[in-house]
């Protein structure tokens, strides 16, 4: 039988990944899997394609968060097994899309049974990613979280926006959207495969993984104010309601920027002079609840 592979981060759920291998041997026998741990940030890719380049894996699981999936899944670009997620990290929103809980033994539980559903991935500007592109006050609210501390999870999460609404500055965008432009002054673009952003947001709530669309999310030049007491609607989903909040689909988003600008992609800043945001003509088979 083929091994599973499992691709741990270490640091992700302030070290909950180097706790895990315990509770991976209660399920699995020590014949049935490997395991690779990171040693720091953005080597996943490569370890994961030089192992999955000298070994037949069933299964890929990502044990972290929504960076260290993304990393994995950009090293199988030819992996034709399932993939899966352990979601330790401090978002885990891919997974909520998915259904998956942040409870461990049930993540196992559904690598030992083996149900999958096949989605689509996406790429911006050639590179893989599975969940949501953040442009304009996202890429700030990710600076605030990082640089936090003491606070974690959720409430980093939304302190952080707090911090980045009344802080941020827009600039004039021209955003192609399948060949029509959009002269626009936004706070936040949200271009979504996934639903959820910031720890539970449902900034793209009608996103979906079996669709060759985005479901793209406008928030225009809002008063701040407006912005801060529509803070719920946005954990609900109901922010379509709010004047200025704009829903498009598209399976081609192009963007140029003025100037260098970080870009948030599934947690990730990558700075950016331009970005082309498509769906794969490919799907991957995830391991899901049956």
Do not use: W
């Amino acid at each position: 039988m083929d091994k599973i592979l499992f691709v741990i981060n270490p640091v992700a759920g302030e070290g909950k990944g180097n706790q895990i291998i315990s509770k991976i041997n209660d399920f699995f026998h020590k014949s049935q899997y490997d395991i690779i741990i990171s040693t720091k940030k953005n080597v996943i890719e490569s370890i994961v394609k030089k192992k999955i380049d000298s070994n037949n894996y069933r299964s890929v699981i990502a044990v972290g968060g929504d960076g260290t999936l993304m990393e994995t899944i950009n090293g199988l670009k030819f992996y034709q097994g399932s993939i899966g997620i352990i979601p330790i990290g401090s978002g885990n929103d891919f997974a909520k899309t998915l259904g998956i809980s942040e409870d461990i033994n049930a993540s196992l539980k559904i690598i030992e049974k083996g149900y999958t559903r096949n989605i689509y991935s996406a790429t911006i500007n050639g590179q893989r990613f599975l969940n949501v592109i953040g442009i304009g006050i996202d890429a700030k609210i990710i600076e605030y979280k990082e640089k936090s501390k003491y606070i974690k999870g959720k409430l980093n999460y939304l302190i952080a926006t707090i911090k980045g609404i009344i802080n941020y500055k827009t600039s004039v965008l021209e955003v192609m959207i399948d060949e029509k432009i959009y002269k626009i002054n936004p706070l936040f673009i949200a271009i979504g495969n996934g639903k959820y952003i910031g720890n539970g947001m449902k900034i793209t709530p009608n996103a979906d993984l079996t669709s060759d669309y985005f479901e793209i999310c406008i928030i225009g030049d809002l008063k701040k104010s407006l912005l801060l007491k529509s803070i719920t609607k946005l954990y609900k989903g109901l922010h379509g309601s709010v004047t200025g909040v704009e829903f498009f689909k598209g399976k081609k988003i192009e963007i140029k920027f003025s100037k260098v600008t970080p870009v948030d992609v599934d947690g990730n800043l990558i700075n950016c002079e331009e970005v082309i945001i498509k769906k794969s003509d490919k799907k991957l088979k995830f391991l899901v609840k049956g």
